[in-house]
């Protein structure tokens, strides 16, 4: 079999990959930024390029979630707003950065949402009666900003820190993570705008990505539903270990 049909195949696993991984929890993009990189695409434009991934995977498991009825809409709209303005300024950023650059803010976040994922925020989420009080809103507001400026630079991990964030508003981790897709699907519409206008995204490997992606993202939404918050917790604890490992030998 021809090599470049090898790496066609790989991508497209990794992408099934990690659309169950960033359906469930976060971090998927851990795995594909990597790898498209390592199919010889510069950092900067593999960073783009995920994005249309990520784009497509929002898509199909979002709708997994709206059927299901666990989306809470309207408090997605709200605090979408200043996630996407932040989204605005990260991807300007992305699109300026130098490729040599970019690769080791890559490996420093890395390192940083690796960390975060110890502290396994999802587990903070517990369905209860929680008043949000103008206070929180003004967190939240902060948060949600703060979460658009990484998303839109560089989105890998952005998971977890939505779900840290989500851990005062009363919410499960089931309607934490459906909220979750529908922000990220918000913010990455807004960035892949800026993306495709620089002219970095690679339209034909982002689309076998992403095909992979949807296909992951449907199957993890349907595990998020059918199984529970409990089996998205444990989920969590083992994108945790796969993420340090891949860490490990992406810094070799």
Not at 32 to 42: K, V
Not at 143 to 167: E, P, T, W
Not at 240 to 252: C, E, G, K, N, T
């Amino acid at each position: 079999m021809d090599f470049y049909i090898l790496k066609l195949i790989l991508l497209f696993v990794s992408g099934y990959i990690a659309g169950i991984i960033n359906t469930i929890a976060g971090g998927g993009s851990f795995l594909t930024i990597p790898i498209l990189i390592f199919l010889g695409l510069p950092p900067t434009v593999a960073n783009a390029t995920n994005r249309l991934s990520v784009f497509m995977q929002s898509l199909s498991g979002l709708r997994k979630f709206r059927e299901h009825k666990v989306l809470p809409l309207k408090f997605g709209l709200i605090i979408s707003i200043p996630a996407t303005v932040g989204a605005l300024m990260g991807a300007y950023m992305a699109t300026i950065v130098s490729d040599v650059a970019f690769k080791k803010y890559l490996a420093v976040f890395m390192v940083l949402m690796t960390l975060l994922t110890f502290l396994n925020p999802g587990k903070m989420l517990e369905s209860r009666d929680v008043p949000i009080s103008p206070a929180k809103w003004v967190f939240l507001t902060v948060a949600m900003f703060i979460v658009g400026i990484y998303g839109g630079f560089i989105q890998a991990g952005v998971g977890f820190l939505f779900l840290a964030a989500m851990s005062i508003t009363g919410y499960d981790l089931l309607r934490g993570n459906a909220l979750k897709m529908f922000v990220v699907l918000v913010l990455t519409t807004f960035s892949l705008i800026i993306f495709i206008a620089s002219g970095k995204v690679n339209f034909f490997l982002g689309l076998v990505l992403g095909v992979g992606s949807v296909l992951g993202a449907h199957t993890g939404a349907s595990l998020s539903v059918k199984k529970g918050n409990k089996f998205i917790q444990r989920f969590v604890v083992v994108a945790v270990i796969s993420f340090a490992v891949l860490l490990l030998l992406d810094m070799r």
